[in-house]
């Protein structure tokens, strides 16, 4: 079974910067289709980020749009999610996904990726 594990969260201040990792074994990591998502304090799991297997499409949730960057390297079989100017706001445990289907305009919907990380966690102090 495919396995993703994050890395790179940690205890920041607001404005501070933070580059996640998602590291993919498994199947080849350039069939995949790839997400970030986030997790705050209760509240529900919510998009941030997407990548096509390509890099040719990349699709980012409002809130996060012109701070964060996702990105990936196929031969390093790994997603990175740079985060910068980061708010308080942005406090939450950070997933990544990963799914064998172009997802497309789905981009957006956790339900239908297939496979998740355990998650690193996020804390952006004001």
């Known amino acids: 079974q495919v396995q993703l594990v994050e890395s790179g969260g940690g205890l920041v201040q607001a404005g501070d910067s933070l580059r996640l990792s998602c590291a993919a074994s498994g199947r080849t990591f350039s069939s995949y289709f790839m997400g970030w998502f986030r997790q705050a304090p209760g509240k529900e799991r919510e998009f941030v980020a997407a990548?096509?297997?390509?890099?040719?499409?990349?699709y980012y949730a409002d809130s996060v749009k012109g701070r964060f960057t996702i990105s990936r390297d196929n031969a390093k079989n790994t997603v990175y999610l740079q985060m910068n100017s980061l708010k308080p706001e942005d406090t939450a445990v950070y997933y990544c996904?990963?799914?064998?289907?172009?997802?497309?305009?789905?981009?957006?919907?956790?339900?239908?990726?297939?496979?998740w990380g355990q998650g690193t966690q996020v804390t952006v102090s004001s």
């Open positions: 996904a990963a799914d064998l289907v172009d997802l497309g305009r789905y981009y957006y919907s956790q339900s239908r990726y297939d496979y």
């Open positions: 990548i096509t297997r390509g890099s040719g499409y990349l």
